[in-house]
């Protein structure tokens, strides 16, 4: 999997987990979480407790239970006065790290000095029963407290204790006893979680026309637009053309909304009185939830609305009766996928509204097995840690495992499955270092991304790799560890697989009423703001950090570093052209005699029978694919250091790259980064002119801008028409292949005459100043 000239430890590792894909337990056929490692855990479920004696003077008990294995301590909430009160809890302790044979689970009474024991229950661990899903869950008992010498007592507790592995339900909600540093408040911050990206919908408002505008100013022309804010996006249209009371405007103007809608769209119409002075001559309020869907390219009815303006009368607003209104065309748009994600890298790319949704092809399944290697990110106790956790994101749904509290090798073991509905999409990996624990720095500290492109996989096989982490540093690239994952991609229907390669990759909105580039960069930008701020909210919340990580927030930022990366990209496209091109220049001037005969011959062969010409390129084609296809690449793609520039960047330009916009560094840093684009601008300034006057002189051939070159020109055309209407096509096709074939003995360095003529026509370089 190394690349050449990639360093081994940027490379991609092929691994062989102990996953249970295919093979059988000692229990049952392992399906469920097969490409996951498993893991054995001791459940106790804590669910409540019933008449409890009173231990304070007050003759009540302020309860909670205490969960005790060995060192292993967990603890539920207390309440305060209650004797019956319900918790509803579940601790796990991970079997590989049981050190006891003994599970005590006690209540206890909290006091200010000293907590009261009320009584306990003990169990032996090689009686507790074992339970594997898919079996019911094992129903909660009730069980008569004892006291320290093993004698009943008032009060019972109703709790179930069982072993499992991590593909019970109550694994992702549980207090694990790996995480026992982190206290009751943090607990929420290290679970697993599976997130949804809000439904997210194109707004589009066609201004049309306004009527009976009322300005201040009734002895000027009035200069109205209309500004349109929907949350904290604001859009203008243009000034209108007519300057009269009713002015028209006809423009779109393009928002992102996500259900559900909380703000209400607002209008203003606004009369620009001076620089910087505008005078609002009405507003209005639109709820989204009114607003009509448009599931095609089918105009919809437009309304007019009433414009409310409120004048100051001894302090206090008062609205006008009747101000004007405008003329809307105003509706949501269901039938574009609203972009969120770089383009390169999206992983959905379906219509927002439902009833265009295709079935799906296919499921992808991921084990989130282990990262190894990984390094530390912050300092506890004067010694380097980190509590990671990894995020995956594809299509909406997006999922967050557990946080490893403390550990450079985490094993996470969760298994993961996504609908697929198309496989040109991507999966997207990102490993983070917990910050909002204690002693974390409330920050999520990015360790590693990865990348996988499914239609790079093959079906039902399954791969198992360790993909290097790597992160760009103000220092340069760094490797931060590894993670290792299990993929598996299940094709439903190879017809409908494959009919989708026939099919447009975007809904068919974006061709039949296509946005420009500048309106999708906008929207892509707000959408990310908008999808980031509500995972945000959810609990425990996905940090603005992390979201944007995952969806490459800053990838359309000048990198000197990627320009050279996409450049080289170019040229590795062009080398397959440049090859050929030098090795018919080798046919041409005989560098081989045998080669040049036989091409000669095949040249001959394809000009008498010029049906087999595209047969032989296509079989051509097809022999070239046959032939690679020993060496197709058997392990999906991963980051790669040399291909982006990566593992020799100039100091200078990484600091440029880890620049803020607008820029944070000294002027003279800045002149000299601008005399370094000016200098790369002059010579692309070079090649374009270039380009230009190539193209310009091939114009010049017809216009007469060169009388005798033109007239020697057409001269030449008329008898090549009359050439070739005389002589058979082949024989013309012969001799002109037996021309630029001919051998060096009947070549001469000097041009051609096209190329001399050519070369002399005019171009318009002359007339730039």
Known sequence: MQKPGQNIDFALKETSPKIGAGAVT???????????????????????????????????????????????????????????PEWRQVFAFSKERIQASILEVIVKDKDVMLDDFIGGIMFDLNEIPKRVPPDSPLAPQWYRLEDRHGRKVKGELMLAVWMGTQADEAFSDAWHSDAATVGPEGVTNIRSKVYLSPK????????????????????????????AMLGNQTLRTRISQNRTLNPMWNEDLMFVVAEPFEEPLILAVENRVAPNNDETLGRCGIPLQSVQRRL??????????????????????????FASRIHLRIFLEGGYHVLDESTHYSS???????????PSIGLLEVGIISAHGLMPMKTKDG???TDAYCVAKYGQKWIRTRTIVDSLMPKWNEQYTWEVFDTCTVITFGAFDNGHIPGGSGKDMRIGKVRIRLSTLESDRIYTHSYPLLVFHPSGIKKTGEIQLAVRFTCLSVINMLHMYSQPLLPKMHYIHPLSVLQLDSLRHQAMNIVSARLNRAEPPLRKEVVEYMLDVDSHMWSMRRSKANFFRIMNVLSGLVAVTKWFDQICHWRNPITTILIHVLFIILVLYPELILPTVFLYLFLIGIWNFRWRPRHPPHMD?????ADAVHPDELDEEFDTFPTSRSPEIVRMRYDRLRSIGGRVQTVIGDLATQGERFLSLLSWRDPRATTLFLFFCLIAAVVLYVTPFQVVALLTGIYVLRHPRFRHKLPSVPLNLFRRLPARSDSLI
């Open 26 to 84: 000692g229990d049952k056929l392992s399906c469920t979480y097969d490409l996951v490692e498993q893991m054995h855990y001791l459940y106790v479920r804590v669910v409540k407790a019933k008449e409890l004696p009173g231990k304070d003077v007050t003759g009540s008990c302020d309860p909670y239970v205490e969960v005790k294995l060995g060192n292993y301590r967990g603890m539920t909430k207390h309440f305060e006065k209650k004797s019956n």
């Open 200 to 227: 997210l919908w194109y707004v589009r408002v066609n201004v049309i026309e306004a009527q009976d505008l009322i300005p201040h100013d009734k002895t000027k022309f009035p200069e109205v637009y209309v500004k």
């Open 296 to 321: 095609d390219h089918r105009p919809l009815h437009s309304r007019w609305f009433n414009l409310e303006k409120h004048i100051m009368v001894d302090g206090e607003k008062k609205e006008i009766k």
């Open 348 to 358: 959905d790319l379906r219509p927002t509204a439902k009833q265009l949704w295709k």
């Open 383 to 385: 010694k380097g840690t």
């Open 641 to 645: 250091t040399r291909l982006s520039h």
